[in-house]
């Protein structure tokens, strides 16, 4: 694609994904979408956005370091809640400290389900989540992905369905303790505010249109996420739903946006 300019949305259908969405968001796919991904161009092609889906539990999993990926590539991603119905939930670590032999035998038996600490989550919830660190996620959910542009996933349990598991890397690549609890917060929607400032990209909430507020957090290329209302970008109108690449914030109009995410690469310190 060209340095700035619409992105364009790739839907995936997964088991667990939803089929009653807004045409809006799927055109005329009536299967079950649980993904949609914005993949921009360079220089942020390290950085892939995407919106989830969920109506039924996604597999208990894993996300290697680069230390650990065969890319060379690990990923950390960052979940913004932008619906839950009663009782969602989101799996984050375990319990407890937990050893690899341990972590192997419950993926075994699926008892690993049951050593993860599921939270009741809603609208506005914010977690970061590194490599490494063993997740699941409920059904009722719709979120907002962002996350170091890899699809490695080793998956650990599965709810008996005929997808492959990857138990070996999978443990490996496992952090066997809680997730940090700085990690997970409730952000104001009205709020203009960095969420992440980490050392592979960087993501910030801007409501009302300021954002002035968040300009010396960016340098560069972004890519805009309108979740209310519709950003200009460039001349080229961008609706909530839907997402861009700009050269850089001074060719971002939030004046009709109530609430977008922008993300891009980490500041050169």
């Given amino acids: 694609m060209n ?3 619409a992105i ?16 809006a968001l799927v055109g005329d796919c009536d299967e079950a979408v649980g993904e949609i991904w914005f993949q921009p161009g360079a220089p942020l092609d390290t950085i892939l956005t995407k919106y989830l889906f969920t ?11 680069g230390e650990l990926s ?3 590539l690990g990923k950390d991603e960052c979940w913004l809640i932008l619906d839950a119905a009663p009782g969602a939930q989101l799996a984050t670590g375990f319990r407890r400290d937990i050893g690899p032999d341990e972590i192997r035998e419950a993926a075994k038996d699926g008892s690993i389900e049951d050593l993860l600490v599921w939270r009741d ?6 977690l970061y989540v590194p490599a490494g660190t063993v997740h699941a996620m409920g059904p009722g959910l719709t979120l ?3 996350q170091q542009s890899t699809d490695i996933t080793y998956r650990l349990y599965d709810y008996g369905r005929d997808r492959p598991l990857h138990l070996e890397e999978a443990v490996e690549s496992a952090i066997g303790g809680e997730h940090p609890k700085e990690l ?18 960087s993501v910030a909430q801007v409501a009302g249109g300021r954002i002035s507020e968040v300009r010396n957090n960016f340098e560069g290329a972004v890519q805009v996420i309108p979740l209310d209302g519709y950003c200009v970008i460039g001349g080229l109108k961008v609706a909530s739903g ?10 971002v109009d939030l004046s009709d946006c109530p609430r977008c995410l922008v993300a891009g690469l980490p500041l050169k310190r």
């Fill in 3 to 5: 340095s700035y300019g």
């Fill in 8 to 23: 364009e949305p790739r839907l995936l259908v997964k088991p667990w994904g939803r089929d009653d969405l807004p045409p």
């Fill in 55 to 65: 109506s039924a539990k996604l597999s208990v999993q894993v996300h290697p370091t």
């Fill in 70 to 72: 065969p890319t060379g």
């Fill in 121 to 126: 989550v809603a609208a506005n919830d914010f």
């Fill in 144 to 146: 907002v992905e962002v």
């Fill in 184 to 201: 997970r917060r409730a952000i104001d929607p009205s709020s203009t505010q960095m969420l992440v400032e980490g050392p592979w990209f």
């Fill in 242 to 251: 839907s997402s861009a690449q700009a050269f850089d914030l001074g060719q």
